[in-house]
């Protein structure tokens, strides 16, 4: 390549600009990597948090803080009640990890989990069984 190829590609990358990413994106894509999971849930309905009920079929709540090409990530989800909690969570940062980098370019630095609420996996009438 000669010295004048170079510099039209120096002056093409220039001119291309930059893309900038809201945290607004990530938050979307975090929350619905995480409602992929079968065992995780987020919460619907309510008004300000009061009233919200547990939903296997909601988004989790995710908030990003991000600093240049670094996210911290908070994850607000649900379980399936028996779950290994540990291994469950693990399972969930990882993937999140994974694919918000993939599909951003963005390093996930740290994904902090609060499993907020369990839900049995054989939901019942709520009474007790007399046996």
Do not use: C, H
């Amino acid at each position: 390549m000669n010295a004048t190829a170079a510099q039209a590609g120096s002056r093409d990358l220039a001119s291309r600009g930059r893309t900038v990413l809201d945290r607004k994106v990530l938050e979307k894509i975090a929350g619905q990597v995480a409602s992929e999971e079968s065992f995780a849930g987020g919460s619907s309905g309510g008004f300000l948090g009061i009233g919200a009920r547990s939903d296997f079929s909601a988004r989790p709540k995710v908030t990003v803080e991000l600093a240049g090409n670094i996210a911290v990530l908070r994850v607000e989800i649900g379980l399936l009640y028996p779950v290994p909690l540990r291994q469950a969570t693990e399972q969930l940062r990882r993937r999140i990890s994974g694919r918000v980098s993939a599909l951003t370019g963005v390093e996930v630095r740290q994904i902090d989990i609060t499993v907020s609420w369990l839900k049995p996996a054989d939901e019942s009438t709520g009474r007790r069984r007399l046996l």
